[in-house]
């Protein structure tokens, strides 16, 4: 889903607060206008002008009332994946006359799940790490983060009320390494796995392959054009962590008439070198799984298939000719873990 400059300005990061990846908008102030959990939704938000509720005009996003008292409104939120927070989005998206003229940031790392209780309490230390900031109404307002430490709640203030479309908060996340001889998905996105490149995704993002849960739709996966040249379309990524895989899924779901025909998978164990480098002709790739047939819409596993290459770092997915893929599951073995 397009988040406009953001996508450029914090390109390789993943947003440590999406709804999609398991963010989730736990408190709020007061959502008098429009409920904390749009905050967290795809998209940047839309407007439809007559539309309205018992309460006022209809916004998506989060829009507290016009505060009457001293004070100022906040919102807590529960990150997806515990992480090192590098950039905020504060958007106010579709918000003119109605937006918070600044805001701030807090966060925490709580080690256990919390009752939400315990966050309208003085238990919770929380650590500023955007101070009171001028917003720009209408706006993506950008922030970078320098902080080293690991979070896992973020709090969203706004002086003194107003209307937030969206909030993204931007980061790494932490790598959760399984016990000796315990298989994970290397690849997924809340292991720490990112989608490098790709040649082509011009129906569904390449970043939609290692989401969390299964593809919602077709729009949810990856997808490229109708060949018309001859060649195959391909993409790498980058695995959270080094390991040997041992079983892959290639998830066609949803896509019914338009999967590609086969695929092969390929890697390679360059831990050091830059991720834009992964292209060049001279990186050695080796072959994990050989040409093999695709069923659309299912869940396509290989185990024995697979060959023995050792530990990898990064993994390129061949489909031939051409089609969509929803998610792509690299089950193995942590390499500092057995």
């Given at each position: 889903m397009d988040q406009g400059i953001a996508a450029t300005a914090f390109a390789g990061l993943i947003d440590l607060a999406s709804e999609k990846n398991g963010g989730k908008a736990l408190l709020a102030s007061d959502e008098f206008f429009a409920p904390k959990e749009n905050l967290l939704k795809e998209g940047r938000g839309i407007f439809i002008p007559s539309k309205f509720t018992e309460n006022g005009k209809w916004m998506d996003g989060w829009e507290s009332r016009r505060k009457r008292v001293p004070g100022f409104d906040w919102c807590i939120i529960r990150l997806a994946i515990k992480g090192l927070i590098k950039g905020i989005d504060i958007?106010?998206?579709h918000f003119l006359g109605n937006h918070p003229p600044f805001a701030s940031v807090e966060v925490c790392n709580i080690g256990?799940?919390?009752?939400?209780?315990?966050?309208?309490?003085?238990k919770i230390k929380w650590t500023e790490i955007l101070f009171s900031s001028p917003l720009n109404p209408g706006a993506q307002n950008l922030f970078a983060v320098?902080?080293?430490?690991?979070w896992s709640h973020v709090k969203l203030n706004i002086f003194p009320d107003g209307g937030v479309a969206r909030f993204r908060v931007y980061g790494e996340a932490q790598k959760q390494l399984s016990k000796a001889n315990e298989m994970v998905d290397l690849a997924a996105l809340l292991n720490?796995?990112?989608v490098l490149v790709c040649n082509d995704m011009f129906f569904g993002?390449?970043?939609?392959?290692?989401?969390?849960?299964?593809?919602?739709?077709?729009?949810d996966g990856w997808e490229t054009k109708r060949k018309r040249i001859p060649g195959f379309d391909w993409v790498i990524l980058k695995l959270g962590t080094s390991g040997e895989i041992r079983r892959v899924m290639v998830d066609t779901n949803f896509f019914k008439g338009n999967f590609p025909d086969s695929c092969s998978i390929e890697v390679c164990?360059?831990?050091n070198v830059p991720d834009n480098s992964l292209t060049d002709p001279d990186i050695e790739w080796k072959e994990l799984l050989p040409k093999v047939k695709l069923k659309g819409d299912y869940e396509?596993?290989?185990?024995?298939?697979?060959?023995?290459?050792?530990?990898?770092?990064?993994?390129?997915?061949n489909i031939f000719p051409d089609g969509g893929v929803s998610r792509l599951r690299l089950f193995g073995i942590p390499s500092d873990c057995g």
């Open positions: 958007d106010t998206n256990e799940e919390a009752d939400t209780e315990k966050f309208l309490s003085d320098n902080n080293s430490n690991t720490g796995g990112r993002s390449k970043d939609n392959l290692i989401s969390p849960a299964r593809s919602k739709n077709m729009g164990h360059k831990s396509n596993v290989f185990e024995n298939e697979l060959k023995k290459t050792g530990p990898a770092s990064h993994v390129r997915l």
